[in-house]
């Protein structure tokens, strides 16, 4: 029997209901969320699966006519919005008397405002350690007017500024917008926000909510077929060429010529992943293996990827001769390097093929289909949106002052967008309440959403530090339904399985169509192409593998960045490692597939052997009238299946399935199995670790090979039987 506290970690481990109040108090409409999903017509509002959040913005739009300083004859003006505890500032003008701060936005939480007024002070930057008073403008909270999308935005105002006291006015005028809104508030995104106030310089652009796009990505195929009149340097034995190609950082050879001939013949397909807009050119070299450590450039190739032909079928593209430029060193000037025409060229067939999708992300956690070409797209089938409320729990990420410290924040991918909420600073449960929407183009599709400790605020270049992250099935979910659950975040470790804390979100999938939804079920996943014309898996592995190296490069050059091991790590980029855990897990995933058929084989031997009486009884019955009226064998097999689909459709799942502890053995890994799943590669383990390591996966390998040599030994006695 296991513990109690094992089954209440076990119970820690799985997905909660929870009852957040989902658009409560929305003044454009909405419903209130709770008990794990919410039957509801649409609700009119687009922030209906979020908790509504108070802010009393402040808009600083310029000053005009501020007096100048008496001693420097100049003002160096800035502003200061000050509400309790919390300020912000705008940057000063130098020598500015009318100064303009484009419409910065000041934003503070109205759960945090300990005052009952607004202060707006203009300053003037002097060397001395306190500025110069210039003027304010002083605003009672209780008079400030209400602002809700989609109502326009509030149109600023000029203010007279006041002197220290409020009772007379003096020189100068600034122009302001103050009102409370909400999070679904245009200005929130880009807004300084007074829960990170002691963020400052970079930092601040670094904690903003953003939506990113991945780029178009492209399978670049090149045929090279041959090449002609390649000479070497030594012209007294012929070459034994291959061809190399290079774009970007990856690079890919052709076999060697069989022969050794000046007219080498490969005829070899090399694919490649672009990205538009195409940065990287293509360089082709023709090379003679002079050794096993010696290779000779005979002729390079040099191209632009635009003037390339984009294939959207498997028709035959049309191939071309290029000339081929030969390099060699002079006597010149010191021995520099000239460039010297030659007539070699090389014959090639490119294109960049538009009818496959690629692959960016692992197979089982897909969130796109599409293939590249935007002619080949398919209209979408619903929408798909998810409220990212809050976190519970997190565990402290590092040290600030002494004290453990969490800036959390999470990024949601699905298809082709990239959303990144805000961070919320020092908090171990912050509340992001942020609404996103996707395209749904294949049900069949996985959406990730993970949480990362934000660790460059301080201006650190450290990397962020993962938290952990959720999947969620699209086909798992009810149409227009909506979920609220707190998923557990649960991260291994090399120490084992840690929970890191949970994570509150709200999710509907919306049907645009259901007759498109029940057509894509009958059809394959992936775009045709891949099955006419399919990569090997070697091909796929390592396309994969350079897919998401340029996605993560490309959105790590956005401002601000997508981290680049943020990226790697929401699309699994150590998917491919080996790992015993999972491989076992892989194993009992099969089992299980085929647990239906080995329990029926089963079933049918003790109605053989007559274990039951009355059952074997009722069988031979059934056996029997459907021999003496085969036309009923069809209708039976249905109406079997409908019963069961009946009998089962009580036992649905009524949450979304989450990490299994169990079938992923996560809990019960053993300790040196994790050790292995987390080392290096290469290894950094000793000798006699790596031994030890070899021959249990040499142990491994021998009962697959034992297993494979089984069924093979039966498929032939199964087969010698049929003929016999």
Request: net charge neutral; charged share 25%; aromatic share 10%.
């Amino acid at each position: 029997m296991s513990s109690p506290a094992a089954g209440d970690k076990e119970a820690d481990y799985k997905l909660k209901d929870t009852k957040p109040n989902l658009g409560e108090r929305w003044p454009h409409g909405g419903i209130r969320g709770g008990g794990g999903w919410i039957t509801s017509e649409r609700a009119t509002s687009t922030y209906d699966l979020v908790e509504q959040m108070f802010y009393l913005y402040v808009r600083v739009v310029k000053a005009k006519d501020l007096p100048p300083d008496p001693v420097t004859g100049s003002c160096d003006p800035y502003v200061e919005v000050k509400l309790g505890n919390y300020k912000g500032r705008t940057q000063h003008f130098e020598k500015k008397t009318n100064p303009e701060w484009n419409n910065q936005v000041f934003a503070f939480s109205k759960d945090k405002i300990q005052s009952t007024v607004l202060e707006v002070f203009v300053r003037d930057k002097e060397m001395v350690p306190r500025d110069q008073y210039v003027g304010k403008v002083v605003f009672d909270l209780n008079e400030v007017p209400t602002r809700v999308p989609p109502d326009s935005p509030l149109a600023p105002q000029w203010y007279k500024l006041e002197d220290r006291k409020g009772d007379t006015k003096v020189k100068g005028e600034i122009m302001l917008a103050v009102w409370m809104g909400t999070q679904a508030d245009e200005a929130f995104p880009d807004a300084w926000h007074s829960d990170a106030a002691l963020v400052h310089g970079e930092g601040i652009y670094n904690i903003r909510s953003k939506v990113y796009v991945s780029p178009k990505l492209w399978y670049l195929r090149v045929n090279v077929i041959e090449a002609q009149d390649v000479e070497p340097q030594d012209k007294s034995q012929p070459p034994q060429a291959f061809a190399k190609i290079q774009v970007g950082k990856q690079i890919l050879k052709t076999k060697l010529c069989p022969t050794k001939t000046t007219n080498p013949v490969w005829n070899e397909d090399l694919i490649f992943v672009v990205a538009e807009p195409f940065e990287e050119q293509l360089v082709l070299t023709v090379e003679n293996k002079v050794s096993s450590a010696k290779d000779e450039v005979m002729g390079r190739l040099i191209t632009q990827l635009n003037g390339f032909e984009r294939r959207l079928d498997h028709r035959v593209v049309h191939s071309r001769w290029f000339n081929l430029e030969k390099f060699g060193f002079g006597t010149l000037e010191g021995d520099k390097r000239h460039e010297l025409k030659f007539s070699s060229r090389v014959h090639l067939r490119v294109c960049l093929e538009g009818a496959y999708h690629v692959m960016d992300e692992s197979t089982m956690y897909i969130s796109d289909v599409r293939p590249t070409a935007r002619q080949l797209w398919k209209q979408p089938v619903g929408i798909f949106e998810v409220g990212i409320l809050s976190a519970q729990g997190l565990q402290p990420m590092k040290k600030n002052d002494g004290k453990g410290s969490t800036d959390a924040y999470c990024v949601a991918k699905y298809g082709q967008k990239w959303v990144r909420t805000r961070t919320v600073t020092d908090s171990f449960s912050p509340k992001w309440n942020e609404q996103y929407t996707w395209e749904v183009y294949d049900p069949c599709t996985v959406i990730t959403i993970g949480v990362f400790d934000n660790c460059h605020l301080g201006g650190n270049d450290k990397n962020d530090s993962r938290i952990g992250k959720v999947r969620i099935r699209l086909s798992t979910l009810e149409m227009d339904r909506i979920y609220t659950h707190s998923y557990p975040l649960l991260v291994l470790q090399p120490s084992g399985l840690k929970k890191m804390g949970e994570l509150q979100l709200a999710v509907r999938f919306t049907c645009l169509s259901l007759a498109h939804i029940i057509y894509l079920y009958g059809h394959p996943l992936l775009p045709k192409m891949h099955y006419l014309h399919p990569f090997t898996v070697n091909q796929l592995d390592s396309l994969r593998f350079q897919a998401m190296s340029i996605v993560a490069t490309r959105l790590a050059r956005a401002e601000p960045s997508l981290r680049k091991e943020v990226v790697e790590y929401m699309l699994d980029v150590d998917s491919h490692m080996w790992s015993m855990r999972r491989s076992k897990a892989n194993f009992f995933r099969i089992v299980a597939l085929f647990s239906g058929v080995i329990s029926m084989n089963r079933w049918l031997g003790e109605v053989c052997q007559w274990k039951n009486p009355i059952t074997s009884i009722l069988v031979h019955i059934l056996y029997f009238i459907l021999i003496c009226f085969p036309e009923l064998i069809l209708p039976t097999i249905f109406l079997y299946m409908f019963l069961i689909g009946i009998w089962n459709f009580r036992f649905r799942p009524r949450h979304p399935p989450h990490m299994d502890i169990k079938l992923s053995w996560a809990e019960a890994v053993h300790a040196d199995e994790l050790d292995e799943e987390f080392d290096t590669f290469p290894t950094s383990k000793t000798q006699d670790v790596a031994r030890m390591r070899y021959d249990r996966l040499r142990s491994v390998a021998g009962r697959i090979q034992t297993v494979v040599g089984d069924i093979a030994t039966q498929g032939e006695r199964y087969l010698l039987a049929q003929t016999s």
